[in-house]
């Protein structure tokens, strides 16, 4: 893997990021384990050091949300307003499931990712955004960077009786095995685990941005567990959701349609990226030159990676701790993910 540890370790010598953290799957059993630079400014970055995965965390709601489909106590189609009320005012009466895992259900926000206040508040915020001016939900698409992942996590512990950084623990990190990551951690584990969380952004340090569980944002852990979920999922084991679902969750829900937010056309799964080479057009948090079209995953804001392309079962989870902007991001992103390809012969 000569390529993809040159492309890392010039980011930490250019200056990109103080360190990274690397594990790749490949028919399954071949794996690739990489850790470099510093974690923080006292401590070296470990395998198992606690990564923030920031937005490419967003498909372990995806899950949870689909693993209640599963247990039929909901559908793609139900409506979000006859299982949480408050939110069907200002317009957003007709928005379902399916708008909020394909981002087409047009309530984007004022409300960033780590917005201010306990669940119960920031739900009450997202209730109260107004469907935004000539959106049908469906018919129109634009990437929510926060305020649809609040609401799916709420519609989890509705639907489940759990809060979602319970749920998940129990349902989706601990059947693949993933046991040291969380959504969100407590505060005594905050405490305990601070100086082995790479950081990966100014102020991150806050408690409130760690322990309140932040569906779009906070899901942490080391990157061969978030592997492994990609994993189960590339496999479609039963693991985490029938088989069937597994299936539906990769496949185009949204084909074709120009992303208000990305300013450019984006394909979805139910809360995956596919990739989008086939539009001929740079693409932002793309898999790089050599994945198939058939590869589905998420990335994190100028950090993170991760993906699994059935065409040559492979299972890609990256992260770095520094943020050096979207134009060098989406260079080294770009870099690392085909030299991947190329390390295996697979370009």
Known sequence: MRKTVDAIVAGVRDGLHPGAQLFVLHHGGESFEFHTGDASASAS?????????????????????????????????????????????????????????????????????????PWEAIIERCCALRQEPNWTPGAKAGYHVASSWFILGELVRLLDGRFINQYVRKEIFAPVGAVDSTLGISEDEFDGTESIVAPDFPGNTLVDAWTIPRPPA?????????????????????????PETSRLMIQRHREGMFDETFKQTLDWGLGFKLDG????????????????????????????????????????????????GEPKHQTRQHAINSAIYEDLSLA
């Open 45 to 117: 970055m470990l395998e198992s050091t606690r990564m923030l995965w920031m937005s490419a965390g967003k498909p372990i709601t995806a899950i949870a949300i689909m693993q209640q489909i599963d247990k039929g106590k909901a559908t793609l189609d139900t409506r979000v307003a006859d299982l949480i009320p408050t939110f069907g005012r200002s317009g957003k009466d007709a928005i379902t499931i399916r708008h909020l895992l394909t981002h087409t259900a047009g309530f984007r926000g004022p409300l960033n990712s780590f917005a201010p206040g």
């Open 218 to 242: 906070n899901a942490q852990g080391p990157m061969r567990d978030l592997a492994h979920i990609y994993l189960s999922l590339l496999n479609h084991d039963g693991k985490l959701l029938k």
């Open 277 to 324: 080479k086939r539009y001929g057009h740079p693409e932002p948090y793309g898999y790089g030159e050599h994945a198939s079209d058939a590869t589905f995953g998420h990335s994190g804001n100028q950090c993170a990676c991760a993906f699994a392309d059935p065409a040559h079962h492979l299972v890609v989870a990256w992260c770095t701790n520094g943020m050096p």
